[in-house]
């Protein structure tokens, strides 16, 4: 994948310059399902989003001469509509267009044009590059870099959905449709709807920034929601050594799963279902990230290698990330690191729980066979309970 920086060429017809920006992305796909793509009004309002939000209506009238328009409503709930001519057609390698977008925004202007060439690099993969010219400011080339970006990714996921990517998260939460006809009614029953387009504009992003990198390289402990196969949001405390989530780069993550009580609610919920929250916070210096994803589950060597005393490491692709008022955090000193998460002195112990003797026929064999043969005995669940009042389990 590239995106090359935009560049200024005279425009013949008027004379001053103009400025150019092309992206090439590899796509998972036939270069004839791609074309079909760019060119099937049903298709195209999966993916061809450029004013965000989401595509209403579509037409193609798919011949040199003919035209395409699309009518959209941005995240704010205002309309938009763009609108061309074919210029050029050659199934399944090329399309060239004029290009008008109509509506209130920075990718307003006069009409421009936009070229998608697709290279077969093999049966099911393709090379597109996306040319968009004749853009008359440099702010509006910024903008249609990344509104592009966002419309490419939309097709690659469109023209490969990925079996644990049932649903398309878009990958700027910025502009994505992060509020729902509810939280309309009580933004505007409280008259907050501006000030939530603010803040979602302002503070939600599609990645990490350094900052926010160095901040999840800090904790060690993160609360993870996923939903299970009723419906039921469930949530999790993780917990590990300081950095043990580990930042493989701005929009992914990995979260290692540790031994725990067998049941796997958080891993089964998200084998079922892969979209997760994580809400990251810092008690001592009064601090919360929240992040929104799709996760998938490792369990290959490589990946283990990198979380010793991982069961299993949670993969995960940001969708959306969000920073939250730290108002209501209460201050709390931390004192120390659990005893029994990884590299600490008591890692390697069984759980005193699965010492209970309710549990004592159901443990598997390996957590029979980790048990010290110097601890004699098994304990009731009523012995299990004073060691957990005293905060000794």
Request: hydrophobic letters at 40%; one cysteine or more.
């Amino acid at each position: 994948m590239s995106d090359t920086a935009p560049d200024t060429a005279p425009d013949a017809a008027s004379g001053p310059p103009r400025i150019a920006i092309a992206l090439v992305r590899q796509l998972d796909a036939a270069a004839a399902l791609v074309f079909e793509a760019c060119t099937d009004p049903r298709r195209l309002a999966r993916w061809l989003t450029p004013g965000a939000g989401e595509v209403r209506d579509a037409s193609c009238d798919l011949r040199v001469g003919g035209r395409f328009s699309l009518e959209g409503c941005n995240p704010d709930g205002r309309a938009y509509a763009v609108s061309g001519e074919y210029l050029e057609i050659v199934p399944p390698r090329r399309l060239a267009m004029t290009w008008h977008f109509a509506g209130d925004g920075p990718l307003a202007g006069p009409p421009s044009r936009v070229e998608i060439d697709l290279r077969p690099l093999g049966v099911d993969v393709t090379e597109l590059t996306l040319s968009h010219t004749r853009l008359d400011r440099q702010d509006t080339a910024d903008r249609y870099r990344a509104a592009w970006a966002i419309c490419l990714e939309r097709l690659r996921w469109s023209t490969a959905p990925k079996p644990d990517a049932a649903v398309f998260a878009p990958p700027l939460g910025a502009i994505s449709n992060l509020y729902g006809p509810r939280h309309r009614v009580f933004q505007e029953a409280f008259e907050t709807g501006n000030l939530a387009n603010r803040l979602r504009s302002l503070s939600v992003t599609s990645e990490l920034t350094a900052t926010q990198q160095a901040f999840i390289a800090r904790q060690d402990l993160v609360f993870i929601t996923s939903v299970d196969h009723r419906g039921f949001p469930t949530c999790s405390y993780k917990g590990g050594a300081r950095g043990f989530v580990r930042v493989a780069g701005p929009r992914v993550i990995e979260l290692p799963s540790y031994d725990g009580n067998g049941m796997y609610l958080t891993a089964g919920n998200l084998a079922a279902n892969p979209k997760l929250g994580l809400l990251f916070i810092d008690f001592e210096t009064p601090h919360r990230l929240r992040l929104h994803g799709t996760a998938r589950i490792a369990r290959d060597a490589r990946d283990l290698e990198r979380h010793p005393g991982a069961e299993l490491v949670l993969k995960i692709d940001i969708a959306e990330v969000f920073v939250n008022c730290p108002r209501y955090i209460h201050r709390y000193r931390r004192e120390a690191t659990s005893g029994f998460v990884p590299g600490r002195a008591r890692a390697g112990e069984v759980p005193a729980w699965k010492r209970i003797d309710l549990f004592a026929d159901v443990l598997p064999d390996r957590d029979r066979r980790a048990i010290d043969p110097r601890d004699t005995g098994t304990m009731t669940l009523a012995d299990y309970r004073l060691l957990l009042e005293r905060g000794e389990t």
